[in-house]
């Protein structure tokens, strides 16, 4: 099994001429057949210091990083997903590019804009803004393209073949009963297609999923 070099040398450029602050949060990176440098957390930590500031409750930022071995899919073979805990719902973003600088961006750029949505939200919540529709409450800005990647030095991946066909991740989360409200705008914060939860009314597992533009679907089982 071969993987790709690593610079160790890299220098990395400040986005800002001020440093980031001193993330408050723990900042957990891992990779999945991945070998992440030091130097890449570094910039990871420094991404993620300036999203604190929606939401100061948040204790944990969980990084994952992943590559795609299928050959076929390099132009989006990175796979960057950060996900942030805090003491409300959990939010997620994700990004996938041909290298993890590039993935990394298009995750926090996303996260950010799905924390400044539940940020707006909790302003509704406790009455600072006149409450609005969920479809005006959940729905996503139109979010900028993923940058250009570039040939900077990205963490060292294995590049042996991967026989598609199998389950490759199992997730399991906590159930608290909620309402189909508040299950469409957590599926929103996580950015996924469907979200199962604790129906509060019926008491039972259900499924929230989108359909064609606007419009949601629902899953109850009998």
Known sequence: MSTHSVDSDHTLVAEEDKPAPEPKAEIVVKGRNVEVPEHF??????????????????????????????RRQRKNCQHVEITARGRGPVVRGEGCADSFYAAL??????????LRRSKDRRKIHYGDKTPVSLAEATALNALPETPPASDEAAPAVAVDDHEPGRVVRTKEHAAKPMTVDDALYEMELVGHDFFLFHDKESDRACVVYRRHAYDYGLIRLA
């Open 105 to 114: 961006e298009s995750a926090v750029c996303k996260l950010e804009s799905r």
């Open 41 to 70: 957390r570094i910039y990871v930590s420094e991404k993620l210091s300036r999203l604190e500031r929606f939401d100061r409750t948040i204790y944990l930022f969980d990084v994952e990083l992943d590559h795609e071995r299928n």
